[in-house]
């Protein structure tokens, strides 16, 4: 799908409330035959898309406001055949596995390009070859996973997951604000 292949250009909603990341994937987009409209949040995205249900979008996972979990589920109801890549700094296994249940395509790490995201709206299946790993996750990355799980439970309600975890919710929002330690042998 590097360049569309019908005279009409496919429609793509991207999203992220970093205004010069978006500016440079969307160039990057048009230039693979796209129509590109942008929203720096899932509230004006989703307003955009009431009006007319993109084919494909990528979402950011963490803006301010409603979560890149919400849009993905908000996109899902207009048009289910809506393709949703949903790109993260703070990749975790939990909202990984919400964005998929609640409609995703496909789940990226960033930093991601748009040759990346592209193979994953194209890609219609798992990979059953994937190389599993034969270490555990580190202490610290399980905590971020389970905080990222609880997270999910609670609608991304920090106060409700602090509740939850048994944490004040200053901690819970320190814990949150820090990127998880690498896991040098989790592959994606």
Request: cysteine-free.
């Amino acid at each position: 799908m590097s360049n569309v292949d019908h005279d009409e250009k496919a429609t793509l909603l991207l999203v992220d409330d970093n205004e010069d990341f978006l500016s440079v994937l969307a160039i990057a987009m048009r230039k693979r035959g796209f129509t590109v409209t942008l929203a720096t949040s899932a509230e004006s995205a989703f307003e955009l898309a009431k009006n007319d249900p993109p084919e494909f979008a990528v979402v950011d996972l963490k803006m301010s406001g409603n979560s890149g979990l919400v849009l993905v589920r908000q996109l899902a109801s207009l048009q289910a055949g809506t393709k949703i890549v949903v790109l993260t700094g703070y990749a975790s296994i939990a909202t990984a596995i919400e964005a998929i249940k609640l409609g995703a395509t496909h789940y990226l790490a960033k930093p991601v390009d748009a040759d990346e995201i592209v193979a994953a709206f194209e890609k219609q299946n798992g990979n059953a070859e994937v190389e599993l790993s034969s270490n555990p996750l580190t202490v610290n990355r399980l905590e971020w996973e389970h905080i990222q799980r609880v997270l999910a439970e609670n609608d991304g309600n920090i106060s409700a997951t602090a509740r939850s975890l048994n944490m004040h919710r200053r901690t819970l929002q320190r814990k949150l604000g820090k990127k998880p330690s690498a896991n040098p042998t989790l592959h994606d």
